[in-house]
């Protein structure tokens, strides 16, 4: 079994050791010198794509996907894949193009060059709903709630449920409140659909948003520092929601500064620098360490 | 298994059912009921103080005259709930008085007169909005401008003169705007079905849900893909056609227009407004709140008519208290954050 150091799918889960693995990273002997106590683990080798399988097929791929704004390089040659069932962490300095790269897929504006498929038919969006109607739903780092309305309002804005009576329509309060009930029960969050977003905890306005996503039983989640603005205990509410996503089949994408949430939830961690990916890989096969060494520049590329 | 789903559907039943506040509790948090508690004390005091206040005459007065500012301030009110403000409308009552005037009285019907006047302050809104939302413009700025323009129209076509032929519906135009049905007064009427058109659409339309989610956050209205500059049009031109409505009641009940019809009236809406419940800073709104500010400043100018109080004060007071509602708004505010 052919295996290239600390890429490719291959890495076993149970070989995690950051440490370690950060030191080799570091280590200019060659890979076979690593490699040469491992042949054994070719089993795991196996059972990791085997898990590939099971979690579904690549929802969403992106090939080359670049974006300029005059003069200014954002993104350049961008690929990336994520799978159902499957959370990938974004990773990257402020301006490596983690934004850019978040409203490109949610159809804010097209790539420069380069193509996006869903589930292997080639998107173009010109705005956020041509992407919704497509299965991509994003979480915005601020969330965009309306601060006076109730959560389920929120839930349900520019989607409310109606009923109608010959020519005239009105507001299904009951069902929206009912409906708004179960995605958070299912959600397993405390939040109540009758309450003011004004008065709700952070984790519980992070409930409001990802809830919302779920109206539509999105293909493709974007969160956008869902983690950043909130306390600690709330973090692990939010981190739960994206497990549920998960185990819904849902592909996840995770935009985060902070390495403990990305380690905690994501299969998979991508690390832009200055507009280009300069790694792509399996959580199990990296580090805090490294990963800071990608998004800094310390490490050049893995 | 069977246990499990129960239990889930116990919980959602109870959360989805569960209210935070009894709807006394509910209704007592919202400045309208205040605003009523105010109104029926004033009442009991002058009833006390002035044995004309609950006459008859004096109570139809006032209802009367409130009626108009309220139904404004309907209108108003979905303006301020968008964060917005519309200085026009006291011009544009005198805008749209005139070309009512002008079209009856050059023989017209009353439909074609009503229509006209409508189809003004659908104009002068259409305008209002499409400045204020697709240019981006402060509505304040936009809004003052054409309080100067339509005055200004309005003085042009009337070439400064007073209208007090109405041609063939003479009549029934000064019936609608200035008699009663059951002994309360027409615009009353306007007022009562206007408010309760309001009421629900602000609860159970869609555009009145989507004019407090563009109050609330306009950024969150516009990705959630609500159509935030059609809203906005649609507010300035609801303003509008509440001040033309107003207009051409008040026409009707003075039996003659001149241009200077609904002077100074954007103060005395605003305040209802404001009186009423609608937040400056947008995303808060009452459709109960016009006609209650409306009737509180009324109330006010009234008891200050029969304690003898010289009319020159009525402005006065009509400043001091919007200054008074949105001080109260903002000590309100401060304790909830």
Redesign the interface.
Known sequence: MLELPLAGPGRARNDRCPPAVFARMLDPRPAAWHNSGRAAIGATDAEGAGEDRKTGMAVLKLRGVSKHFGAIHALTGVDLTVERGQALGLMGDNGAGKSTLMKIIAGNFPPSAGSIAIDDQEVHFSK??EA?EKGVEIV?Q????????TAA??VF????L?KRAGPI???DHGAM??R???L??ELKSET????LV?QMSGGQRQAVAIARTRLSDPKIVLMDEPTAAISVRQVKEVLDLIHRLKETNHAVILVSHRMPDVFAVCDRVAVLRRGAKVADKPIAATSPEEVTGLITGAIAAA | MTTETTDHARIDDSIATRREMSWFESVTRTQPFWVLLAILLLGLVMSQVSPVFLGERNLFNISRNFAFFGIMALGMTAVICTAGIDLSVGSLMGLAGIVTGLVMGAGWGIEAGFLACMAVSALVGLINGALIAYLRMAPFVVTLGMLAMARSIAMVISNNKMIYEFGPDQDLFTWIGGSSMLGVPNPIWVLIVLTLVFWWAYNYSTWGRWVYAVGGNPQAARLAGIPVERVLVSVYVISSLTAGLAAFLMVGWFGSVTNALGQTYELNVIAASVIGGANLMGGVAYAFGAPIGAALMELIRNSLLLAGIDALWQQFFVGLFLIIAVLLEQIRNRGRG
Not at chain 1, 142 to 149: I, K, S, V
Not at chain 1, 157 to 160: F, S, Y
């Open positions: 956020p709903l919704r915005y601020d969330l965009a709630l309306c601060d006076n309305l309002g929120n804005l520019g989607r409310e109606k329509a009105w507001l409140y009912r708004a009930a179960t958070f029960a109540r659909p009758r309450d004004r």
